[in-house]
Each structure stands twice: as C-alpha cells, then as structure tokens.
C-alpha cells in the first residue's frame, strides 16, 4: 500500500470518526471576553462581552426564575474596599419573544450580548478584583446546565483617592482598568488574549426590537379608548368651538395643530420623566419585587374601582381654573393651554389609562415610557386636531349619552383582570401560594362573565343609563367575552391554554390537574380501564436525600443523590437509571410527559431499575462535608446541581440535558447514554438493551 493511499485512507477514517467523537461533548456556545472603558481617573466602565453561536441563545438578567423560566444571566463579586458599584448592571438589547424551550415569552439574546457596569475607583493603589458570573443557554431542541466563569482582573488605582477607602458592603461588577482582555470558554476556563475590539451597542433602537413597535401599538389603541370615555368625547365639540372663533381661517388651522402637538408633548414629557427616574436601572427591581408589583397591582385595582364608577380621580380646581385663564389669552400661549386644560379635565378618564401604560412600561428600558406615552397622546391628539381642521365633521359624530359610560366601565373590568398578573409575579417569586393558577383563572372568568353580562345589560352600575336594546357592536363584543370565557373553562382542570401561556401562573401550581389524574391512574392500574397490576408499597431501600424538595414525575419513587441510589441498586441487585436533568429544562419536562408516560416505560421504569434524578442546576447548599473539587475545571463544588452537573461533564463529556445513563451495581456503563428523543419505541428499545446487558452480566 503506497504512502499516498494510506493517506486518504486515514482522513476518510478521521471523515467518519468526527461525528461519532462529536456527538457527545461538552458543547461551549458562549465565549465571554471582559474589557473596560476608562471614564475619569475615579470611575471605570466595565464590559462584559458574550459572543454566542448559532443557534444558541443567552438569556437576559430579566426572566422569571425556574422552573417557570430558564437561569438568568448573572454577576458575583468579592467583597472589597477598594472599589463601589454605581447603579446596577446594564445589558444591550435582547430579543422579546417566544421561547419553544420554556413556553413562555422571555428575553434573550442571539450572536452577542454586552454587559455594563460602572465602578468608582476608591483605592490610590492597583488591585485585583475577583468573581464569577452565572448564565444559561439554549437553543431550539435542548438547554445546558447553567455555567460560572471566574474572572480576575487588574484595576488601576485612583491618584485622587484618600488613604482611607469606603467599606462596600454589595460590590458590583468589575473588569481590568487597563487595556488587557480576557476570554472565558462555558466551562469557566479563561486565558489572556489580546485586546479584542467592543463596539457600543444601541440601547434600544426600535429596529432591534418589535416590542417597542407592540408597545407603540397597544398604546394607540389605549389613546383611542381614552376617547371613547364620558370626560373627555363631551369636549371634541367643545374644544372645536374654541378654534371657530378665529375668523382667519389659515391662523386658526395653524393654532389646530399647536394644539395637537401639545398633547403629544405634554404626554410625551410625561413618559421621560418616568423614564428617567424608573428606567432600566430599576428594571430587575420592578420586574422581581414584591414591592413595585404588589404597588403596581394595588394602583390597578385603584383605577378599575374608578373607573367601574366608585369614585373620581380629579385633580385640584385651582390647576385647572388656572390652565383656562391662560388659554383664553389665545394665539400659541392659548393652544397649549387649551391642550393642558384638556389633560387636567380628563385626567378623571384618561389618568388609569395612562397609569396602566406607564406602570406595564417602566420596568423595562429607558425608551419604552416615553414610546408608551407617544403612542397613547398620538392617538389621542388626532381626533381633536382633525375636527379643529375640519370642523364640518362634527355633523357626522355621534352624540353623547350612556354608551360612554359603558365603554368607561368596560375599561374597568379589562384594567382589574390585568391587574392580578402583576400580584402573580410577586406570587411566584416569593412562593407564596396565594393565587396559584386555578385561582388566577377563577378571578378571571368571573371577571370577564360579569363584563359579559353587563354588556348584555344584565348587571348595571348607579351611574348607568337605562338600556332599552342590545346594538348590533355591544352584542358583538358580549359574544367574543362569553367566548372567550368558554375558552377559559377547561384551564380550570388543567388543560394548558396556550394562548393565555404569557399571563397564567405555570402549570405546576395548579392543584386539580386532570390530566395529571389520569396519568397517575393509568401508572397505578395500567392501561385498558383499570385491567392492570395495583402498584403498592415503596420499592426504594431507604429514604432518598432531598426528597422533600426535589421529585419524579408520574408518582415514580427514586432518589436525588447518586451514592445513594448506586448503594441501593447493589442491594436490590437492579440497574441504575440516571436521568441528569433540570429545573429549567423544559426538553426534560416535554420527555417525561410525552414518553415517560406511556404506561410500558412507566412499568420498566418503576419495577426493573432503581431510579436516580441529578438536578444540574438546584441551588440547595451541600453540607461541607459533601463538597466536591472538580477534577475537569479544579473548582469547589458546593451545591447539588453544581455537583452533577460537574460529574455528568466528567464522566460523560456532555453537558446537555436531558441525558438518560443506564449503569450495573458497580456503576459501570451498560450501554450507549440516550438524549432527547420523543421516539416512545426508542425509549423502549434503549431500556430493554440496558437490562439485557445487566443480565447477561449477571
């Protein structure tokens, strides 16, 4: 064989042996690179680069924490004297959308995300800055465990900084002071590499993200309705009349869209002053705590009651008297004041429209207030400033009367039920049971069957005209509630609407899940109505660890510590199967309900193997003494899901979840790990191939 054949023969073998040597490796999507932007000699900026590749995405700082949604992106630092943080870490634009892995809609980011932190500089001499950073990725078909990367950089002193330095108690985010950089692979390894070149990031341009063009949207739409409310269609004439009284037609067109464009700024103004003292510095704390949301579900509830009728929010009559006299003095003076007159007189109206704007808004960037109030005086300015320009339309208005009030009412009840989603996130983030998703449903359909009847005219408030017919658009709009409180019946026995994915309290929380009923009794009695084995006592050796708060699905019994479950086996003389998964892995969840509930895995599952759950990603404290040091990266690992993940990337070089290990009593491979894969036959086949080589070892 000549030199030359032997050599194509070695990379056809490298050719086929690639796939096979890459199928199960520890995958690295994201690389993050740390650099810094010296302000002044006090106050470093801080960079923190993650460059992502296709089609993995790296999720924000700003998701609902698991099992409702994937690990948020976050920053740890050492203590130190040496240096404070200055505001809070800010992120470039994500992506705001659905994600097929959680079901839900987050923010992520694809190719690259940059993180910023200022720092003040309080020490006059050089030091190091430690600390680590914790992420997620995902892409379309799996998620990996969550990863820390160390950082340790290098930060010039400050010449101006007294010998004595401030304690800080909470340090943020730090980089290098200098203009060195470093890169760190998802398995926390970093070297030095030359400085590599970051460019700034928009902050929120709307063509990085339609959620802004959504939120301009839905705030039109919002400035429409505000219309359509008792204090404020009464002035379209009124305010027309104003501009009729110039006889110079150009003048009084020009005065028109004066006016129209005072709205907008008045409005406009507004929402920079929400932003810029609620913006995105505030966006975690307004997102997660209970405070703000509690707040925010109490003022929804306040301008529901308002506008259901129970009182008025008005403001003080001096304002307003005052804003009329300076209208009267005409010209441009007196348009703006015609338009601020009219925001102080329908603030009644139009003061729990924009409340609810601003409130859905100020958690998130800077732009998204000010778009918000954009949206809402655009729409709202419009009709004014057309019927001032062209008062002859005013012949084909229609005129005031009870269905104003209606639409006030009807306003009320949509602001109530939204209202509930903001005391569901403080719910959810702090557990504490009080409007699991049963009961977030509940308030809905009664919510919306109430709208639904007083749309038909069956229930009517005090200040209601009487309703002597049904019209052809109100019976319209009580046919799409009532539907739509059909729609909703059936989430009350757990069915998953998921349409409603984005406002509803996660599955997990509901108590009476029909399906999941179902499924227990087709696990206990088998398949064919009940024609199967009663399943009865516990098949487990001991008590497993951490069953009080980590589980199997399905009702099966198994054990969350591998030790544990590895003793058993030996004593049961049974396989072990593994199962490294997640609390935030939705691949895992969509296994277990799609094959691991066909009732003949369920049986080989429960009678043939003792079972064993790794959660990568629980954050449950391990006793020192079952502290681990990682023999793949050297770390101390300290907690439960710190621990197995860094066994399943030792043992196995993988760190995808869901995996699936099936071991003999000694802990050795019996046959090729399975990932994720919906094939039930498969499944089957991967079982069935594991026991019979425990046998034949046997």
């Not at 690179?33 to 296709?54: C, G, M, N, Y």
């Not at 969550?146 to 730090?174: R, S």
């Not at 259901?308 to 009329?324: A, C, Q, R, V, Y």
């Not at 079952?626 to 196995?652: F, L, M, N, P, R």
Request: proline share 5%; aromatic share 12%; net charge negative.
């Amino acid at each position: 064989m000549t030199q030359k054949l032997k050599n194509v023969i070695l990379l056809l073998a490298l050719a086929l042996a690639i796939p096979l040597i890459t199928g199960a490796q520890v995958m690295k999507p994201v690389k993050w690179t740390f650099s810094t932007k010296q302000i002044s000699p006090a106050e470093v900026q801080l960079i923190f680069t993650a460059t992502i590749d296709r089609p993995w995405h790296l999720y924000s700082q700003d998701v609902p924490p698991p099992p409702d949604g994937p690990v948020a992106t976050s920053f740890n630092f050492e203590k130190s004297r040496d240096f404070k943080t200055i505001g809070k870490v800010k992120e470039s634009k994500s992506v705001e959308e659905f994600d097929n892995q959680f079901q839900a809609i987050l923010k992520y980011f694809n190719d690259k995300a940059v993180f910023t932190q200022t720092i003040g500089v309080l020490s006059a001499k050089d030091f190091k800055v430690t600390g680590y950073l914790e992420f997620m990725c995902c892409d379309d078909k799996q998620c990996l465990a969550p990863e820390t990367v160390d950082f340790e950089f290098n930060i010039k002193g400050n010449p101006d900084a007294g010998a004595t330095v401030v304690p800080v108690t909470t340090p943020g985010e730090t980089a290098p002071a200098d203009t060195s950089t470093a890169v760190a692979d998802t398995a926390g390894h970093s070297d030095s590499l030359q400085q590599a070149e970051i460019k700034p990031v928009s902050n929120g341009g709307l063509d990085e993200n339609s959620s802004l063009w959504k939120l301009f949207f839905l705030s039109f739409l919002a400035g429409l309705a505000a219309i359509l409310t008792p204090c404020v269609f009464p002035m379209i004439p009124m305010t027309v009349t104003f501009f009729l009284k110039e006889k110079d037609k150009v003048k009084a067109k020009a005065q028109a869209l004066i006016y129209g464009i005072s709205i907008i700024l008045i409005y406009t103004v507004i929402g920079t002053v929400v932003a810029v003292t609620l913006g995105a510095n505030f966006a975690n704390f307004l997102s997660t705590h209970w405070i703000p949301n509690v707040l925010f579900f109490l003022i929804f509830v306040f301008f529901a009651a308002s506008f259901l009728g129970m009182f008025e929010i008005t403001l003080p009559s001096w304002m307003i008297n005052k804003s009329d006299a300076q209208a009267d003095r005409g010209g441009i003076i007196g348009a703006f004041f015609m338009a601020f007159t009219l925001v102080l007189v329908s603030f009644s109206c139009t003061g729990p429209i924009v409340g609810a704007i601003l409130v859905a808004s100020a958690g998130g960037e800077v732009l998204e207030p000010i778009v918000g109030m954009l949206g809402f005086s655009l729409a709202f300015a419009l009709p004014f400033t057309l019927f001032a320009f062209f008062p002859r339309w005013l012949n084909n208005m229609p005129k005031s009367g009870g269905w104003l009030n209606s639409v006030k009412v009807v306003l009320g009840f949509i602001e109530l039920a939204l209202g509930l989603k903001f005391l569901s996130i403080a719910d959810q983030t702090y557990h504490w049971g009080i409007l699991d998703r049963e009961i977030y449903l509940a308030l809905w359909i009664v919510i919306f069957t109430l709208m639904g009847f007083y749309l038909l005219g069956k229930l009517k408030f005090s200040h209601d005209s009487d309703l002597k017919y049904i019209a052809v658009p109100r019976l319209g709009l009580a046919i799409a509630t009532f539907t739509f409180v059909a729609y909703m019946i059936p989430g009350m026995f757990g069915a998953p609407l998921q349409a409603l994915s984005g406002y509803l309290p996660p599955q997990a929380t509901h108590d009476f899940d029909l399906n999941k009923i179902i499924r227990d009794n087709i696990q206990v009695y088998g398949t064919g109505g009940g024609a199967g084995t009663e399943h009865s006592g516990s098949t487990l050796c001991d008590k497993p660890k951490y069953g009080d708060i980590l589980h199997l699905p399905h009702g099966l019994e198994g054990y969350f510590d591998y030790e544990q479950a590895l003793a058993c086996a030996a004593k049961q003389q049974k396989p072990v199967f593994i199962d490294f998964t997640g609390h935030g892995c939705v691949n895992c969840r969509e296994m277990e309900s799609r094959v691991w509930s066909d009732p003949r895995v369920l049986k080989k599952l429960r009678e043939d193997f003792v079972l064993v759950a790794l959660y990568v990603d629980d954050k449950t404290e391990l006793p020192e003494s079952e502290w681990i040091t990682s023999t793949y990266d050297g770390k101390v690992k300290k907690t439960i899901g710190k621990k197995y993940a860094d066994y399943q990337i030792s043992k196995y070089n993988i760190n995808a979840q869901p995996y699936y290990v099936l071991l003999d009593a000694k802990g050795e491979l019996l046959v090729s790990p399975k990932a994720y894969d919906l094939d039930v036959d498969k499944f089957l086949e991967f079982l069935d191939s594991g026991l019979a080589e425990f046998k034949k070892r046997k």
